[in-house]
């Protein structure tokens, strides 16, 4: 049967009656005009979501997730401050309509129609997806994540508390405001929403003000499993670090006070807590889910007869409204949804791949020109290590004092992740920044990839420049999502409206002898190869990793990009070229104003007879086959890409020439860079091409470690075939 009909006639036939659902709330524990404010919110979000399906019957509207049941969610969006950056579960439609009406925005029921209908005039996503979002609300967009965006809420709260003391220049958060992130209690059990809130308490426990309200709205099943009786309260209601608090969602009368105490306790505590909702879910989860396919029919009854809308009417008529204007609020936002939804049925919707594309990069901001420190607060900052500046070093060394300069420069730049700080990294590359800027900017976090992430998007949100490093590539996968999921799609999904820019250091690639094995030695690309908008560097001397790191801080400072800046673990110490004590592989650090643009690519050599297109530790080989190749009579230029997302496609064809060409891929042959450039060769012409990659295998520790790897002999072999 029609459970939405069976919904809607039981509110008709039960307001008349008077027959209201069993309940403690009283009437006076709201003032009369709020109380009728948030029976307006909750009518306007039932309505919509009505309203929702016919348009999709129709063929006028598409996919979405209905907020039915969740409507006491309105009283967050009454108590919290429209300035209180929220983070809002795909149920929160009368939440964000609350805000608006809290805000003196009448134009909510337009736009999540526009939203439904997904036309090109929505004002959040500019119709790529039916979202919840608003600038001018503070509700970043999120679409039907699953806990996804709880890590990054982490950031954003903890931003608050940096910013009061080093404040962007385009922070956007107020110094006393808190962040509110809002979940199901199904996305409870998700390991992303477990370890944010892990780290939420981990950092509480250790006096680091977290202004940061979880909201778990309770509606007992996620889909169509059952969350067990009492799971949320047992394993939420004692953890360190987190004041818990319950209100019932289903009565705002009876949900007012605590849902007011959880966010006065946040906003004056400054730490963290949990607020755990009651809720219920009506119509099933989403779409044409039909409840009563996995539910027996009692139970789905006993769901509908706790229709919060039957507890907000039971309260307004216990306070002296009439039940008939009760009703006439309900059918008459009806009426207005539906004649709204009439106007916009030839609406006109994105068409063409570059109408969506549009938002994938968002917009060039201003910023405030940095003159850099004085020559005597930088040689204050730098001590000792001023002395060698004036002597090669490894790789390492420069990517340090890149760090330096950077973090001199822009106050708003911030690194984290785990052993950045005190310990300086694994490899001593981000050493001394701890005792030389603080620990308020060199952040040291637990072990969690996708809390180190999302603690950088969070931030990211209110001006800062974070630098999250990633101990090891493998160690990305457990938190790839935050970057595919979160990162790279916030420009999309808001039209350009909101971003968060970072620069992600990531310890990578293969060659470490004999260490680690596959952990440590991650020669594996693709996961970020194809996240669109995702710019990929990877630098192979001291001197470009130095500008090259510039040049992705600048593009995410100016150009608000997320940049992934992949560090060639085997690199680091690299001294020597050709033979033992040469130097060949050290570098001077380059001018603190010299950069590498994007788009273009090292060439080494003139000669004419072979082109070796290749990056990372696949240059530092290749650059030892030229010099074997040059004794064979072979003369060969080295064309290093540095840049593996966008590929420098002009600037690599016309380095290229009429030269035959040998691509060498340190990741494996399937997934790797190789297949791109390959199909680019085709494309572009190229007479004559092959390529050297890895084989299609993790790599081994000890001895072998190398086996499966391109090698100097392995690339001169492949020149003398390819030549052939």
Same mark, same amino acid.
């Given at each position: 049967?029609?459970?939405?009909?069976?919904?809607?006639?039981?509110?008709?036939?039960?307001?008349?009656?008077?027959?209201?659902?069993?309940?403690?709330?009283?009437?006076?524990?709201?003032?009369?005009?709020?109380?009728?404010?948030?029976?307006?919110?909750?009518?306007?979000?039932?309505?919509?979501?009505? %309203?929702?399906? #016919?348009?999709?019957?129709?063929?006028?509207?598409?996919?979405?997730?209905?907020?039915?049941?969740?409507?006491?969610?309105?009283?967050?969006?009454?108590?919290?401050?429209?300035?209180?950056?929220?983070?809002?579960?795909?149920?929160?439609?009368?939440? %964000?309509?609350?805000?608006?009406?809290?805000?003196?925005?009448?134009?909510?029921?337009?736009?999540?129609?526009?939203?439904?209908?997904?036309?090109?005039?929505?004002?959040?996503?500019?119709?790529?997806?039916?979202?919840?979002?608003?600038?001018?609300?503070?509700?970043?967009?999120?679409?039907?994540?699953?806990?996804?965006?709880?890590?990054?809420?982490?950031?954003?709260?903890?931003?608050?508390?940096?910013?009061?003391?080093?404040?962007?220049?385009?922070?956007?958060?107020?110094?006393?405001?808190?962040?509110?992130?809002?979940?199901?209690?199904?996305?409870?059990?998700?390991?992303?929403?477990?370890?944010?809130?892990?780290?939420?308490?981990?950092?509480?426990?250790?006096?680091?003000?977290?202004?940061?309200?979880?909201?778990?709205?309770?509606?007992?099943?996620?889909?169509?499993?059952?969350?067990?009786?009492?799971?949320?309260?047992?394993?939420?209601?004692?953890?360190?670090?987190?004041?818990?608090?319950?209100?019932?969602?289903?009565?705002?009368?009876?949900?007012?006070?605590? #849902?007011?105490?959880?966010?006065?306790?946040? /906003?004056?505590?400054?730490?963290?807590?949990?607020?755990?909702?009651?809720?219920?879910?009506?119509?099933? &989860?989403?779409?044409?889910?039909?409840?009563?396919?996995?539910?027996?029919?009692?139970?789905?009854?006993?769901?509908?007869?706790?229709?919060?809308?039957?507890?907000?009417?039971?309260?307004?008529?216990?306070?002296?409204?009439?039940?008939?204007?009760?009703?006439?609020?309900?059918?008459?936002?009806?009426?207005?949804?539906?004649?709204?939804?009439?106007?916009?049925?030839?609406?006109?919707?994105?068409?063409?791949?570059?109408?969506?594309?549009?938002?994938?990069?968002?917009?060039?901001?201003?910023?405030?020109?940095?003159?850099?420190?004085?020559?005597?607060?930088?040689?204050?900052?730098?001590?000792?290590?001023?002395?060698?500046?004036?002597?090669?070093?490894?790789?390492?060394?420069?990517?340090?004092?890149?760090? &330096?300069?950077?973090?001199?420069?822009?106050?708003?730049?911030?690194?984290?992740?785990?052993?950045?700080?005190?310990?300086?990294?694994?490899?001593?590359?981000?050493?001394?920044?701890?005792?030389?800027?603080?620990?308020?900017?060199?952040?040291?976090?637990?072990?969690?990839?996708?809390?180190?992430?999302?603690?950088?998007?969070?931030?990211?949100?209110?001006?800062?420049?974070?630098?999250?490093?990633?101990?090891?590539?493998?160690?990305?996968?457990?938190?790839?999502?935050?970057?595919?999921?979160?990162?790279?799609?916030?420009?999309?999904?808001?039209?350009?409206?909101?971003?968060?820019?970072?620069?992600?250091?990531?310890?990578?690639?293969?060659?470490?002898?004999?260490?680690?094995?596959?952990?440590?030695?991650?020669?594996?690309?693709?996961?970020?190869?194809?996240?669109?908008?995702?710019?990929?560097?990877?630098?192979?001397?001291?001197?470009?990793?130095?500008?090259?790191?510039?040049?992705?801080? %600048?593009?995410?400072?100016?150009?608000?990009?997320?940049?992934?800046?992949?560090?060639?673990?085997?690199?680091?110490?690299?001294?020597?070229?050709?033979?033992?004590?040469?130097?060949?592989?050290?570098?001077?650090?380059?001018?603190?104003?010299?950069?590498?643009?994007?788009?273009?690519?090292?060439?080494?050599?003139?000669?004419?007879?072979?082109?070796?297109?290749?990056?990372?530790?696949?240059?530092?080989?290749?650059?030892?086959?030229?010099?074997?190749?040059?004794?064979?009579?072979?003369?060969?230029?080295?064309?290093?890409?540095?840049?593996?997302?966008?590929?420098?496609?002009?600037?690599?064809?016309?380095?290229?020439?009429?030269?035959?060409?040998?691509?060498?891929?340190?990741?494996?042959?399937?997934?790797? %860079?190789?297949?791109?450039?390959?199909?680019?060769?085709?494309? &572009?012409?190229?007479?004559?091409?092959? /390529?050297?990659?890895?084989?299609?295998?993790?790599?081994?520790?000890?001895?072998?470690?190398?086996?499966?790897?391109?090698?100097?002999?392995?690339?001169?072999?492949?020149?003398?075939?390819?030549?052939?």
């Amino acid at each position: 049967m029609d459970r939405v009909s069976i919904v809607h006639d039981n509110f008709l036939r039960r307001v008349a009656a008077q027959d209201f659902p069993v309940g403690q709330a009283d009437s006076a524990a709201l003032d009369p005009g709020m109380a009728l404010d948030l029976y307006r919110s909750q009518v306007l979000s039932r309505a919509l979501d009505l %309203q929702s399906r #016919v348009m999709q019957k129709a063929g006028q509207g598409f996919y979405t997730i209905g907020s039915s049941g969740h409507e006491g969610m309105a009283l967050l969006g009454e108590v919290l401050r429209v300035d209180d950056i929220a983070f809002l579960h795909y149920r929160d439609a009368a939440f %964000q309509i609350a805000r608006a009406a809290k805000a003196g925005q009448a134009d909510m029921m337009r736009d999540m129609l526009l939203s439904f209908a997904c036309a090109a005039e929505e004002p959040t996503s500019g119709g790529r997806h039916k979202v919840l979002g608003s600038r001018a609300l503070m509700i970043p967009p999120q679409t039907s994540t699953i806990a996804s965006h709880l890590p990054k809420a982490v950031g954003a709260a903890h931003s608050v508390t940096l910013a009061r003391r080093n404040r962007p220049e385009h922070a956007i958060l107020p110094r006393d405001g808190l962040v509110m992130c809002s979940f199901g209690d199904a996305s409870l059990n998700h390991s992303t929403a477990q370890g944010a809130i892990n780290t939420a308490g981990w950092t509480a426990v250790q006096g680091v003000p977290l202004p940061l309200l979880f909201v778990c709205e309770n509606n007992g099943i996620g889909i169509s499993t059952k969350t067990p009786s009492g799971w949320v309260k047992a394993s939420m209601s004692a953890r360190p670090g987190l004041k818990y608090f319950e209100a019932d969602g289903l009565d705002v009368f009876a949900g007012f006070a605590a #849902v007011k105490a959880a966010a006065d306790w946040v /906003r004056t505590h400054r730490k963290p807590a949990f607020l755990h909702l009651r809720t219920v879910r009506l119509y099933g &989860h989403a779409g044409p889910d039909v409840v009563t396919s996995y539910l027996p029919k009692a139970e789905v009854e006993a769901d509908e007869a706790q229709d919060p809308l039957l507890y907000s009417a039971r309260g307004l008529v216990a306070g002296g409204m009439a039940p008939d204007a009760v009703i006439d609020v309900y059918t008459r936002t009806l009426e207005q949804v539906a004649t709204a939804a009439e106007e916009m049925q030839d609406i006109p919707r994105l068409q063409s791949a570059s109408q969506v594309m549009a938002s994938l990069i968002p917009p060039k901001r201003s910023v405030t020109i940095a003159n850099g420190p004085s020559p005597e607060k930088r040689a204050e900052v730098f001590g000792s290590d001023m002395a060698q500046m004036d002597q090669p070093q490894p790789m390492s060394r420069l990517i340090n004092w890149a760090l &330096h300069d950077l973090m001199l420069s822009h106050d708003e730049t911030l690194l984290m992740g785990e052993d950045v700080g005190r310990k300086g990294g694994n490899y001593g590359v981000t050493q001394k920044l701890h005792a030389r800027f603080g620990p308020a900017r060199v952040i040291d976090t637990l072990l969690d990839e996708q809390s180190i992430l999302g603690l950088a998007i969070g931030l990211a949100h209110n001006g800062f420049i974070p630098m999250p490093e990633i101990q090891f590539l493998a160690y990305l996968h457990n938190a790839e999502d935050q970057l595919r999921g979160e990162a790279a799609t916030l420009p999309f999904f808001s039209n350009g409206q909101w971003s968060n820019p970072m620069v992600v250091r990531i310890s990578a690639l293969g060659y470490q002898k004999g260490f680690g094995g596959h952990f440590h030695n991650d020669n594996s690309l693709a996961v970020l190869r194809d996240i669109p908008g995702l710019i990929i560097a990877c630098p192979s001397t001291g001197d470009e990793a130095a500008q090259m790191l510039r040049t992705c801080h %600048q593009l995410a400072r100016e150009e608000q990009r997320v940049v992934i800046f992949v560090e060639p673990i085997a690199l680091y110490p690299m001294r020597d070229l050709l033979a033992p004590g040469d130097g060949g592989w050290m570098r001077h650090y380059p001018t603190s104003d010299s950069h590498i643009p994007l788009d273009t690519v090292g060439v080494h050599g003139d000669g004419d007879d072979l082109a070796i297109v290749t990056y990372g530790n696949g240059h530092y080989l290749s650059r030892q086959a030229q010099h074997d190749l040059a004794e064979a009579g072979i003369a060969a230029r080295v064309i290093d890409l540095r840049w593996l997302a966008p590929l420098p496609e002009e600037a690599l064809i016309a380095a290229i020439g009429a030269r035959p060409v040998l691509i060498v891929d340190e990741c494996r042959r399937t997934g790797g %860079q190789a297949e791109a450039l390959m199909a680019m060769m085709a494309e &572009h012409k190229v007479e004559r091409f092959a /390529r050297l990659t890895a084989e299609d295998s993790f790599i081994a520790t000890g001895p072998a470690y190398g086996a499966t790897l391109p090698s100097r002999e392995g690339i001169v072999a492949a020149a003398h075939a390819l030549l052939r």
